[in-house]
């Protein structure tokens, strides 16, 4: 998603709320603010659809619990997530959601792609929701002290036994 000007005068007229960004330090694009911006003004302009705007509000959590998150950092993490939806049929907000899940439970942000993408195929194995499958592979990894190709062997026994003995994963 891209960022819209507001602080042009044709905007101003058109959504009130452009008066209320349209200082220049509002946000910088690619920013944190400016994915604030985004997400609070895309349903009022109709800039981006819910999902878009559950993805951003997702990023900013994301920003608030890894320490030393840049906007360069960030952004790697949005292209991730948007290259991984693009490979796995998981909506976009349900990868946000798993991301924002690994953030809290301390998953390192280089590490972040790679546990959303296990969390996401566990969760379709597993037949249970994104947060769900996030809160697993969290809680598998703090509490074993797993490191994530572990997780990962861990949820490919679990799915081979369900597979094998029947019942649900």
């Known amino acids: 998603p891209h960022r819209r000007d507001l602080a042009r005068p044709a905007d101003q007229e058109r959504y009130p709320i452009g008066a209320l960004v349209a200082r220049e330090d509002a946000a910088s694009p690619g920013s944190v603010g400016a994915l604030a911006l985004d997400a609070a003004i895309a349903p009022v302009v109709g800039g981006e659809d819910e999902d878009g705007v559950v993805f951003q509000a997702q990023l900013i959590d994301i920003r608030k619990v890894i320490d030393g998150l840049d906007d360069a950092g960030l952004r790697r993490i949005e292209n991730g ?85 029947g019942g649900n994963a």
């Open 81 to 165: 997530l948007i290259d991984l939806g693009a490979r796995m049929p998981v909506p976009i907000e349900g990868l946000g959601l798993i991301a924002a899940e690994g953030a809290r439970a301390g998953v390192a942000q280089r590490d972040l792609i790679e546990f959303t993408e296990l969390a996401a195929k566990m969760g379709a194995a597993f037949e249970i929701e994104a947060d769900e499958a996030g809160s697993a592979v969290a809680k598998w990894r703090t509490s074993m002290k797993l490191t994530i190709p572990q997780a990962r062997a861990l949820g490919d026994q679990i799915n081979a036994l369900t597979n094998r003995y």
